[in-house]
């Protein structure tokens, strides 16, 4: 803590310009012949004056650990001990206390994130990420990589709501990637990021060292121009390359479909069977999405698809759903806070909440519902996890149809099924709790066995620590309430058995 009086020597975010506040080159100077206003009449700019995120948007010329946004990243190797200026000076301000937690979460994966407390930095949070060793022989990988690490940023603080991020370099010197081309990708991600789902986001910092500041100074026009001058200005500045609508790299030979046996008579008959399922069903995405059902299930029933060739066909069904998952907008699903990831339970495991009572059934498009779901937890069910279901003051309107539950358990991928080690069920009514049985017994297999019915929130901590667990404020009243109730239950019965004894005693 600072002395009294000192001067903190956190940065007050709140303090630094926006990127739209900053001062451009004057609209007047700015250099725009003839053929580039034909330019951006011909071909529109793919990333357009939006001053809405300019003003999100905050450059910023010094130490990533002074930032006192919700969180800051921190760049490191995939052990999570890299020595560079930005991890030193982060492990420098937060205290031992951060080495000690880095230990539990045993290393990260290229171009994956993972999340501990800020400790003594003003930043709640530091989201941890490992950058990709950049080698030109390997630039598609290394462009992906880098992608996932700004993408997964920007997708954890969403789902943590956080309001702000600090973002370094996460490319270092030591992982050899070319700063130029490093800034292309992480100007791009962020900016479609914000555009399709950051509207809970309101502060992205990009800090940088002085030697870097060139660089994103000269760059950050290209994606968040400031004025329609600056738009056509540096429209022919931008890279051929700039991804899909994610901002994600495009690989064209990745869409190519390679078969494992090209020119066999069942690779032909799916194919022609897919193009008369087109035909007859119509070229819409929803259409596209299962092929002929009935023709498969009668199939299975006949014996005549193996089981092979039925995982084979759930897998190619469930990548669909999660590349949808992964292009919709589904910020407004999100904006419910129904479904989150918190901390993780006593054995480790992480720790996925849904809150019942925030999810309004009649008015949500479900099937956005079920594609948020398959992106929420894609990334989280590679490992054990539990699930926390708070059933807390639920209404009709809350409750999801069963068979809704059973298309979204058949289309999860066998991860979600297999990693589930419990389904704690916090505050259940005698209704739900035979709506669960059946459902169950009689639709799912597998599931009935890993759930646990808890009647209060002491039942769930002796699962889950409650510093590991983000419940709702309505959750913890109500708890209390019946916690109050029950003792004055409690209470007046002992006083029954203690009048009744007493009578007895005078007898």
């Known amino acids: 803590m600072d002395p009294l009086g000192a001067r903190s020597q956190f940065v007050d975010i709140q303090t630094l310009p926006t ?52 969180a800051v990243v921190n760049t490191s190797n995939e052990s999570l001990n890299d020595k560079n200026p930005v991890s030193d000076s982060i492990h420098q301000l937060a205290g031992p206390e951060l080495r000690d937690d880095l230990l539990k979460l045993k290393g990260c994966r290229t171009g994956e994130v993972k999340l501990t407390k800020g400790f003594n930095l003003a930043a709640r949070f530091i989201i941890h990420t490992v950058g990709p060793k950049y080698k030109a022989k390997y630039r598609t990988a290394a462009e992906s990589s880098l992608y996932s690490c700004y993408r997964n940023i920007m997708q954890l603080a969403v789902e943590q709501s956080m309001t702000s991020v600090g973002i370094c370099v996460v490319s270092t010197t030591k992982r050899g990637y070319p700063l130029e081309d490093a800034t292309h990708i992480a100007f791009r991600t962020v900016r479609r ?96 999405m299962e092929g002929d059902v009935d023709k ?120 979600f099924k297999k990693n589930l080690k419990a389904f704690y069920f916090v505050h259940p009514s005698f209704r739900s709790k035979v709506s669960s049985w059946f459902f169950t017994t009689f639709n799912v297999s597998g599931l009935k066995d890993k759930i646990r019915f808890m009647d209060n929130l002491s039942q769930l901590f002796s699962c889950i620590k409650p510093e590991q667990i983000d419940i709702p404020p309505f959750v913890l009243e109500y708890d209390a309430r019946i916690r109050v109730h029950a003792a004055a239950s409690w ?17």
């Open 19 to 70: 990127w739209q506040q900053q001062p451009g080159e004057d609209d007047e100077n700015i250099p725009l012949d003839q053929s580039d206003s034909l330019l951006s009449q011909q071909f529109p700019s793919p990333f357009p004056v939006r001053p809405e995120i300019n003003r999100k948007i905050i450059l910023f010329t010094g130490d990533v650990a002074l930032l006192n946004c919700t």
């Open 193 to 288: 990021f914000l555009e399709n789902h950051g509207n809970s986001i309101e502060t992205v910092v990009f800090a940088v060292s002085e030697t870097e500041e060139s660089v994103y100074k000269k760059l950050l026009p290209l994606y968040y121009p400031r004025s329609e001058e600056e738009e056509k200005a540096c429209l022919p500045l931008i890279p051929a390359d700039i991804g899909n609508s994610e901002g994600e790299p495009v690989v064209p030979e990745r869409q190519i479909r390679i078969t494992e046996k090209p020119g066999t008579l069942e690779d032909d008959c799916e194919e022609e069977s897919l193009e008369l399922d087109l035909g007859q069903v119509g070229n819409h995405a929803f259409a596209r």
């Open 296 to 415: 498969q299930r009668k199939l299975i029933l006949q014996g005549q698809m193996s089981e092979a060739a039925m995982q084979k066909q759930h897998q190619r069904n469930y990548s669909r759903w999660l590349g949808r998952a992964r292009a919709e907008d589904l910020s407004d699903i999100a904006a419910l806070k129904a479904l989150y990831q918190t901390g993780v339970d006593m054995c480790g495991r992480t720790v996925v909440v849904v809150v019942g009572r925030n999810i309004p059934v009649t008015l949500i498009d479900l099937e956005k519902a079920l594609l948020y779901f398959i992106h929420v937890l894609d990334p989280i069910t590679v490992k054990d996890y539990v699930i926390v279901y708070f059933h807390t003051l639920t209404e009709e309107h809350n409750h999801l149809h069963a068979d809704f539950l059973k298309n979204l358990y058949d289309i999860v991928d066998t991860k």
């Open 491 to 507: 209470r007046g019965s002992l006083m029954a058995v203690m009048d009744l004894q007493a009578v007895m005693n005078r007898s």
